[in-house]
């Protein structure tokens, strides 16, 4: 049976790290809100003796699996996108899951006081979240994970091994998320990061995530979902 | 060889998750920080071939496990805190991920802004961040938390399967902290969670818990950790 995706349909959003998973791998998968409306989701997290608090959530037959990055911790070997050990997998999934906290951060860029209140209502604490993630955050995590590539001992051409993992598929999404809400940012920022520029670049042109971004399936980027392009809140410092 | 636990020494914050985990094991670890002092903690970040992006962060010989979740994750088997198969094993796992989003909610609170601000630069953001965390986001998690336990097949004694896992120490904790921070909204929401406060009194009763909670290896709660008092944020509402 496909592997079945759960999440909110007109957003790439956590949903898109899954997506990119089953895209890259050639999974055969159901992106379920997108066939059968948002309400198939809400519908599964009421009934479920293992409910996810939130989407996105894969189903594998009788197996649910929410929060993204166990989520790909599920998927990746079954996809052969992770490690076969303990150690590099587990490795893996700590990648991604700081990979998710810059994610957080993202999205808390534009809403700093929380999910209830619209953007527009909480425009000026946004302003001042954005300096701190433009100036410090950002070039905090992109350091770190430039770190991760010159530090793996088997050389600076993916996250984790010699092998393509989730975790470099996601990084691509970071990089193509944060060229889009912080245009300007992060073209004063990436010549410090050559690696994790490399990585994304060369991502993006693996044979299916190449056939994928020109399809209809991949969703634009747009100002409801955690990347937001705001350009109030980008500027080159 | 003893386990080794990186985290800041004056505060509980997120090393405490891990700590209860060993305390209630009865393992034989070093507390590296409150040993060797903080500059240990950020030694090991600069030289590891596998850098944690943040404390805390484990070794066990040659393994360093970063990502609180992660570091339980790769204990929970190795100390019986954690079911045996992977299913559960996931779920588990799952549950604990929820519980750190929640615990960077509760961070969140009082710096709306960003981490760079102190607190009291922030006090008026943080009152209205607050009100949406009291109202509205501190129900849903305990509320989520709840359901958990109510589907348990097995009975709500546990958050997984028949036994303690690191995710129901965890539990006790993010109640121990949530009373410590907001006791007038802790006080007024409680009794709708009946199932997660008994679970959170068990534990407190466990032998090696109990007489870990009154020892000095357990740090007070504080106004530098992640659960922080501040009257101006609690309210009954």
């Not at 929410?66 to 992770?82: E, N």
């Not at 993992?165 to 944060?178: H, R």
């Not at 991502?203 to 109030?232: C, D, Q, W």
Request: hydrophobic share 40%; charged share 25%.
């Amino acid at each position: 049976m496909a592997y079945e995706l759960f999440y909110w349909s007109p957003i790439q959003g956590r949903g898109e790290f899954v997506r990119l998973a089953l895209e890259d791998a050639g999974a055969d998968y159901r992106d379920v809100a997108r066939i059968d409306g948002d309400g198939a989701v809400s519908a599964l997290m009421e009934e479920s003796s293992t409910p996810p608090f939130a989407p996105p959530f894969i189903r594998d037959e009788d197996v649910i699996v929410g929060q993204t990055a166990a989520a790909l911790f599920y998927l990746g070997p079954r996809l052969g996108l992770a490690p076969d050990d303990e150690r590099p997998r587990l490795w893996t999934h700590q990648v991604q899951l700081t990979i998710a906290d810059l994610v957080d951060e993202a999205h808390d860029v534009h809403h700093p006081l929380g999910i209830g209140r619209y953007y527009e209502d909480q425009k000026d604490e946004s302003a001042r979240r954005a300096e701190e993630f433009r100036s410090e955050r950002l070039p905090k995590f992109l350091g770190w994970m430039e770190s991760v590539l010159e530090r793996n001992p088997s050389g600076p051409e993916y996250l984790v091994g010699t092998t393509t993992t989730y975790a470099d598929l996601s990084l691509f999404q970071i990089v193509a998320g944060l060229r889009y809400a912080f245009p300007e940012r992060m073209t004063a920022l990436e010549g410090a990061y050559p690696n994790v520029l490399a990585l994304a670049q060369r991502v993006s042109e693996r044979e299916n995530i190449a056939a994928y971004l020109k399809s209809e399936r991949r969703i634009a980027f747009n100002t409801m979902g955690i990347f937001r392009h705001y350009p109030e809140l980008d500027g080159s410092r």
